[in-house]
């Protein structure tokens, strides 16, 4: 449900773009779409490519991110890539302006479309230029895909016979796979490594991988994942007589819980292989009989010489066993036929030969790497000397500029002191005469503050007293205002008429009524409307309740008209007060309202 969902958020978005969203829309979608691709990458693409039309209308940075995105959901939706041209384009940009994840991205895809159209050395080049990409030191460093290039790298690896960089990519990808949390993927990778050392006929190693990958996938619930992974360790096990216990454990395991067998109890032609590995057994506690029965057993049509290869050499032995010669022959013949295969042709040479090509292709890249941090760190240190000496020079001239400088300043200090000797002379003489004027004029204007100051407290007396006058003034004014707003609005004709309802006792209130209730109460007493609207928890009911207080119409006659009960009445006043004063009275809620907002009582 929730993937249908985030289907559909996406496929909003992109109409929202059809309809004409600007650049952050755009951007938005091609995210939207981007977190899509993870689980759903045949509806990634398909979105995308009704897109294709709008693509020239965007930012060359959002046509970019489009044709990335597109060529990522082709590889995630296994759709074979043929051409390199766009691949290369976005390299080509992303070296320039993307960020670390961004140009591992471009540089793993161009990998994948060398995979794809079967180029092993230029993929496995781009696989490693898009690991050298990588900032693993960044918080947002991109572990899933870094863990996919190495589990790339592993397969054409292992399609090349080149174990020992299989089992070095497959370590790779399994450590970033935990780092992303692809707690699955990094179990299998591991697995997968495990399968390498056992074609380098380093069987301790496999047992101790595949022990704790069988742990690691029990250990979070991939019980079935767990039993696949007791048929290589079932064909260690029946490699060593001294371990056919061991494997007959396995056997039994396998068969009664894995799922992998049909209503038949048959394998899928993928897992045939198993019968092969439990025709060892038997021909190891020499039951010869079962030992062909399951030899002959694994055999599928287009079947891949690899496998043929083991289940030929098993008849041939239980042949052997036998001493059929005809039957030797005849499997003989085949096993010879299928070593002689096209697959299995690929000996020891040619292996190295791709060892070799692929070492030298990482050692050459490292060798170039290393020589151009050696013609950097020449180039900057002989910047640095030439800088150096630069910066010399030009403090040695600063130093004697500033030199001759003081030295002019320090004269030119010398002329002044003598001028301002002759100057500080002429100015005491001048100081002293003015002191004795300074102290005569400074008797006179003591006694002239004197008089001042008795003057100002005189006029401040008189301040405060024509103070105390205007407050009083005002205050009455403003009463007499307070007084004379309440009055017009008591004789507003809606007051008037809620006056006269009151002493009906079957009158209703109509809605045309609260309407112009209100609309009187806002031309008056607008901060009430105000306050009344911004208090939370406030209901339509409430602030009716709170006009008719105001106006002090009984409670038996708001509970008639608003057709509710007077204890309800008295509760709804308590909570009014409660929410515009903190007061949980009922009976206080008229007096607080009419003395916040000024509603002087006159009588009515």
């Not at 900032?135 to 790339?152: E, K, M, P, W």
Request: one cysteine or more; proline letters at 2%.
């Amino acid at each position: 449900m929730k993937a249908k969902i985030s289907i559909f958020i996406v496929f909003f978005l992109a109409a929202g773009l059809l309809m004409g969203c600007g650049d952050r829309k755009t951007d938005q979608m091609l995210s939207s779409i981007d977190t899509l691709m993870n689980n759903h990458p045949d509806s990634a693409l398909q979105i995308l490519d009704s897109l294709k039309s709008e693509q020239p209308h965007w930012s060359k940075s959002q046509r970019m991110r489009y044709d990335l995105l597109h060529l990522k959901a082709e590889n995630k939706a296994y759709v074979p890539l043929n051409s390199d041209s766009i691949a290369k384009e976005l390299v080509s940009y992303y070296n320039t302006w993307g960020n670390a994840n961004e140009r591992m991205m471009a540089h793993y895809l161009l990998g994948c479309v060398y995979r794809d159209k079967g180029d092993s050395p230029r993929a496995i080049d781009a696989y490693q230029k898009a690991v050298s990409q990588a900032d693993t030191t960044a918080n947002d460093c991109d572990y899933l895909t870094l863990s996919r290039i190495h589990g790339q790298m592993a397969g054409i690896f292992h399609n090349e016979l080149l174990y020992s960089n299989e089992i070095s990519s497959c370590n790779k990808a399994s450590h970033f796979a935990f780092l992303a949390k692809d707690t699955l993927n990094a179990i299998q990778e591991l697995n997968l490594s495990a399968g390498a050392y056992i074609l380098l006929n380093k069987k301790d190693s496999a047992e101790i991988i595949l022990k704790e990958v069988i742990q690691q996938f029990l250990k979070h619930n991939h019980v079935q994942k767990a039993l696949q992974s007791l048929t290589p360790l079932l064909y260690i096990y029946v490699q060593d007589p001294n371990r056919l216990v061991e494997a007959k454990q396995l056997i039994d395991e396998y068969e009664d819980k894995s799922n992998s067998f049909d209503d038949r109890r048959e394998l899928s032609s993928s897992k045939r292989i198993y019968y092969c590995y439990k025709g060892q057994y038997y021909e190891g506690v020499n039951n010869l009989d079962s030992a062909e029965y399951y030899y002959r057993k694994t055999y599928y049509p287009n079947m891949p010489f690899t496998s043929q290869n083991t289940m030929f050499k098993g008849l041939l032995s239980v042949y052997k066993k036998r001493n059929q010669s005809d039957s030797i022959a005849k499997y003989a013949q085949l096993y010879c036929e299928v070593n002689d295969s096209s697959v299995t042709k690929k000996d020891q040479v040619l292996t190295a030969q791709m060892n070799a090509s692929y070492n030298y292709s990482l050692y050459q890249k490292e060798a170039l790497e290393s020589e151009s941090k050696a013609n950097m760190t020449r180039i900057i240190l002989i910047s640095f000397i030439f800088l150096v000496v630069i910066a010399a020079i030009i403090l040695w001239n600063q130093y004697q500029k500033v030199k001759r400088q003081k030295q002019l300043e320090l004269d030119n200090l010398k002329a002044e002191h003598i001028r301002a000797t002759d100057e500080y002379s002429r100015n005491l003489y001048m100081m002293q005469l003015l002191d004795k004027n300074r102290q005569q004029d400074f008797e006179l204007m003591q006694k002239d503050n004197v008089e001042f100051e008795s003057k100002i407290a005189e006029l401040q007396d008189e301040n405060s007293r024509l103070e105390k006058v205007i407050k009083t003034i005002e205050q009455q004014n403003s009463i007499s205002l307070l007084l004379e707003n309440t009055n017009d609005f008591m004789q507003t004709k809606i007051v008037k008429d809620i006056k006269e309802l009151e002493l009906k006792p079957l009158s209703t209130l109509k809605e045309a009524h609260w309407m112009k209730l209100e609309e009187e109460f806002r031309c008056f007493f607008p901060n009430l409307l105000l306050d009344l609207h911004n208090t939370p928890k406030m209901t339509k009911q409430k602030t009716q309740v709170c006009f008719l207080v105001i106006l002090r119409v009984s409670d038996s006659c708001i509970a008639n008209w608003m057709n509710l009960k007077p204890s309800r009445i008295s509760n709804i006043k308590s909570e009014l007060n409660e929410l515009l004063f903190g007061d949980v009275s009922a009976r206080t809620l008229c007096n607080n309202l009419r003395n916040k907002y000024n509603i002087i009582s006159s009588g009515n």
